[in-house]
Nanobody, 129 residues
Framework: QVQLVASGGGSVQSGGSLRLSCAAS????????MGWFRQAPGKERETVAL???????IYADSVKGRFTISQDNTKSTLYLQMNSLKPEDTAMYYC???????????????????????WGKGTLVTISS
């Protein structure tokens, strides 16, 4: 059974930083995607950042240049470094892992998260102005 445990959320002021972590257990595979998603109250889930089997990162336009997704060498821990935080970044953040899609000779993440098979419980990020 795959388990994803997210941590690192909290409350900070606008302009501050947080680093989220997601520990993945019992998950392996050379063609998987991992990523971070968020959902604010009353809003739909939003893809924040993904990392594909080639190690390439994909970001939502709203976080480009401020957030960085990464993995440790064993790929068992996923991180999201969040800098220059804004009140609109306030949301529950979820990590997820799942399949990639084959396209044009390579394996890529599906941006909307529809191929994510496993989801963590979420960690709350609150940014005050």
């Amino acid at each position: 059974q795959v388990q994803l445990v997210a941590s690192g959320g909290g409350s900070v002021q606008s302009g501050g930083s947080l680093r989220l972590s997601c520990a993945a257990s019992s998950y392996s595979g050379s063609r998987y995607c991992m990523g971070w998603f968020r959902q604010a109250p009353g809003k739909e889930r939003e893809t924040v950042a993904l990392i594909d089997p080639q190690g390439k990162s994909i970001y939502a336009d709203s976080v480009k240049g401020r957030f960085t997704i990464s993995q440790d060498n064993t790929k068992s821990t996923l991180y999201l470094q969040m800098n220059s935080l804004k009140p609109e970044d306030t949301a529950m953040y979820y990590c997820a892992a799942g399949r990639s899609a084959y396209y044009s000779g390579g394996y890529y993440c599906v941006r909307d998260g529809s191929l994510m098979d496993y989801w963590g419980k979420g960690t709350l990020v609150t940014i005050s102005s």
